[in-house]
C-alpha cells in the first residue's frame, strides 16, 4: 500500500542505496573517537557549512540541548523565538537539565526576530539578571527561509552586543537550494549550527552540530553527559553522508511540489492556502472547523495522512512524488465538490 504521508519531512524511510552505505560503514567505538565513518561525517559537515569542528548527535532536539549547554553557564540566557523549536518544541531541556533560562520573544511575519526587540530584551549585568548570552535563530522557520540581509544584521548585531549566535539550521539546506546558494553563505554568520539529517535529507537518524574546535570540544563533553555517547555509531553515519551526497540538490523537487500543491489547493474556497515566495516544503492550509473531520478521514482513505487540526501543515519530501501531489489536489476537488 503506497501512503501518501504529509505530516511531517521526518517520515522517509533510507532507500536500499542507503541501506548498502549502512551495511558497508567501517565502524568503531565512537566515544574513543576511533569510528572513521563519523569522523568522516563530522569533517565533512564541518567543511561543508566552513566551521573548524563538527558532532554527530542522535536528534536535532540534542545537537540544539549540547550547543546551549557549551554556549551558556547556569543562570546564563539565551533570546529565542516564541514559537522556536528550540524553545517550544524541545522539553525545555536548557532549563530542566542546564538552569540556563529562555527569554522568548515573537517571531515576525517572516520568521526572523526583530533586532530592536531582541536589543530591549538584552539584562544588564546586574545581580537581579540572568545573564543574556546567546541568541537562537531558527532558518527555515516555519518552512520559511530567513533572507541573508537579515543574517548579516544579527550577526552584526550579536557582536556588537557581546552575544554568541546560535542557528537551528535543522532545514538550513532547504534554506539554501531555495536561495540557490551555498549552504556556508548562511552558515557563515553563526558561531553554530545545527543541521538535521533525518528530515528532508532522508537519513532514518541524527543531526550534525557545528561550531569551533573548543566548541565542539565542550558540546562532547555534554552529548556524554545527556546519553549521547554511542559507540559503533558510524552505521548511521553512513546514512548522514549517503544523504549529504545524494539528497541536497534535490530538496528543490519537494519545493516545487510544495508549490504545486499550493496551487492546486488555493482555489478551493473552503480553504485558505499561505505559500509565501520564501517558502521551501510547507503549505500551510486552514481548515473550517465543520470541515475539518470529513476531510481527514476521507483523506485517510485514499491513504493521505496529515496531522490533525484545522491548522494543517502539508510537508513535501523524499517519498512524495509529483504524481502524489497531482493525486492530494484531486482528492481535495473531489471531497469539496
Ligand atoms: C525537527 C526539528 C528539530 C530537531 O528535532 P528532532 O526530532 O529532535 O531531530 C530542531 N529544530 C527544528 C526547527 C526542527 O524542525
Redesign the pocket.
Known amino acids: 500500500m503506497h501512503l501518501i504521508d504529509l505530516r511531517s519531512d521526518?517520515v522517509t524511510r533510507p532507500t536500499t542505496a542507503m541501506r548498502e552505505a549502512m551495511m558497508m560503514a567501517e565502524v568503531g567505538d565512537d566515544v574513543y573517537g576511533d569510528d572513521p565513518t563519523v569522523n568522516t561525517l563530522q569533517e565533512f559537515t564541518a567543511n561543508l557549512l566552513g566551521f573548524e569542528a563538527a558532532l554527530f548527535t542522535c536528534?536535532?532536539?540534542?545537537a540544539?540541548f549540547v550547543a546551549l549547554m557549551a554556549h551558556c553557564q547556569r543562570g546564563d540566557e539565551y533570546i529565542v523565538g516564541q514559537q522556536a523549536?528550540?524553545y517550544r518544541?524541545e522539553g525545555g531541556g536548557a532549563a530542566v537539565l542546564g538552569s540556563i533560562q529562555p527569554q522568548p520573544i515573537e517571531f515576525t511575519e517572516d520568521g526572523t526576530l526583530d533586532l530592536d526587540l531582541v536589543a530591549s530584551k538584552i539584562k544588564p549585568d546586574d545581580i537581579h539578571f540572568a545573564r543574556t548570552r546567546l541568541l537562537c535563530l531558527?532558518n527555515t522557520q516555519n518552512g520559511r527561509f530567513l533572507p541573508l540581509e537579515y543574517l548579516r544584521q544579527a550577526r552584526d548585531f550579536s557582536r556588537s552586543h557581546s552575544l554568541k549566535l546560535h542557528l537551528?539550521g535543522?532545514?538550513v539546506f532547504n534554506a539554501a537550494v531555495a536561495q540557490d546558494i551555498h549552504v556556508s553563505e548562511i552558515a557563515h554568520h553563526f558561531d553554530s549550527v545545527?543541521v538535521?539529517l533525518?528530515?528532508g535529507l532522508g537519513a532514518p537518524i541524527g543531526?550534525v552540530l557545528c561550531g569551533s574546535t573548543d566548541f565542539i570540544t565542550r558540546a562532547r563533553r555534554w552529548r556524554k553527559v545527556a546519553g549521547g555517547g554511542m559507540r559503533q555509531a558510524g552505521i548511521l553515519a553512513a546514512a548522514g553522508l549517503f544523504s549529504l551526497n545524494h539528497n541536497v540538490q534535490r530538496l528543490a523537487e519537494d519545493h516545487a511540489n510544495a508549490h504545486l500543491l499550493a496551487r492546486g489547493l488555493q482555489d478551493l474556497p473552503q480553504l485558505t492556502v499561505r505559500y509565501e515566495d520564501n517558502q521551501t516544503n510547507m503549505v500551510f492550509v486552514t481548515v473550517a472547523d465543520e470541515d475539518v473531520t470529513g476531510l481527514t478521514e476521507r483523506l485517510r482513505t485514499e491513504n493521505i495522512i496529515v496531522s490533525p487540526g484545522t491548522q494543517m501543515r502539508l510537508v513535501t519530501h523524499l517519498d512524495i512524488t509529483t504524481e502524489d501531489v497531482e493525486s492530494v489536489i484531486d482528492v481535495f476537488h473531489d471531497h469539496f465538490r
Open positions: 521526518t536528534s536535532g532536539t540534542q540544539n523549536h528550540t518544541y531558527e537551528d535543522a532545514r545545527s538535521c533525518s528530515k543531526s
